[in-house]
């Protein structure tokens, strides 16, 4: 009797988890698969794709082609620069937020989840009014005299907005940390004449740096893919790699070259978001011992 409920056993995590893998299989893993597949149809301007016929030659035009070169040089540096931003602006903010007491920790945490209720559309919209020639930051530079600035249809613009929209995902796993982190710790380094900036560098930041690192990478991976602020705010001149891939599929109707795109994209984004991973990683735990 102990060997049937011994396979019994080992078979129950399968069963609990089998609705799970098969929504996730039939959600990501099976598009994923049919996107690949479309990627290297053969596509002829007249018919479109061609079933059953499959060719490199979209992959070899991205490799080849230097206006591509420079479509996914300009978005990871914009996806870096606005995580670096974040890292800046979100970590302090998460460390104040949590070192408050309620009420006022319940505000501040309203205020930083608030814009996630707000759709990213109308967020963009927002800021194309804001930074516009007509826009309130031109109106308040040119009370002082300076401007008007073009700063729609930039990539100053793509930028800001990208940091007000990405912000929330680096301050909660930054806050979610330094809620592990034990307050005596922090109250012995200080009892041992540590100053307070040594005391962040050598006790907090250490500790938190797993926030800090899961934060930066959901940011930087939502920017590199995000398509509504770039398609709004950077104009047509203004090509991020999701707004390549929404021209390919709708205004040109090369679907097999707008899958090659975006997977070029996936492979791309996994592969710095893995070494970024394994550099700051091996750096924590070498600060650790």
């Keep these: 009797m102990s060997l049937p409920n011994k396979g019994r056993s080992k078979a129950t ?7 799970a893998l098969l929504l996730f299989a039939a959600l990501l893993v099976v598009p994923l698969v049919l996107t690949a597949v479309l990627s290297f149809n053969v596509y002829d301007p007249v018919t479109g794709p061609k079933a059953g016929e499959f060719t ?3 992959y070899a035009l991205i490799f080849t082609d230097s206006y591509y070169y420079g479509i996914f040089w300009r978005t990871f540096w914009i996806s870096g620069l606005v995580a670096l931003i974040c890292v800046a602006i979100g970590t302090p903010e998460a460390y104040v937020l949590s070192r408050m007491r309620n009420p006022w920790r319940s505000v501040l945490l309203l205020v930083v989840l608030a814009p996630l209720l707000v759709s990213v559309v109308v967020r963009a919209f927002a800021w194309s009014m804001l930074l516009g020639p007509e826009g309130l930051v031109n109106g308040l530079l040119g009370l002082v005299g300076i401007g008007p600035i073009k700063m729609l249809y930039t990539e100053t613009a793509v930028v800001i907005a990208l940091v007000h929209v990405m912000l929330p995902f680096m301050v909660i796993p930054v806050w979610t940390s330094l809620q592990k982190l034990d307050p005596g710790v922090e109250n012995a380094a200080l009892s041992l004449k540590a100053s307070p900036f040594t005391t962040l560098r050598r006790i907090v930041l250490p500790q938190v740096m797993p926030g800090i690192l899961s934060g930066s990478l959901i940011v930087f991976g939502l920017s590199a893919s995000s398509f509504a602020i770039p398609g709004l705010l950077g104009g047509r001149r203004l090509k991020m790699v999701a707004t390549v891939v929404y021209d390919e599929y709708l205004h040109e109707l090369n679907w097999p070259l707008g899958a090659a795109v975006a997977l070029v994209l ?16 091996g750096r924590y735990k070498k600060s650790l011992g």
Excluded at 13 to 19: A, C, H, N
Excluded at 266 to 281: D, K
Aim: no cysteine.
């Design 13 to 19: 995590p399968w069963w609990l988890s089998g609705p």
């Design 56 to 58: 490199l030659e979209h």
């Design 266 to 281: 996936l492979v791309a984004n996994l592969v710095v978001m893995l070494s970024y991973n394994r550099l700051v990683e």
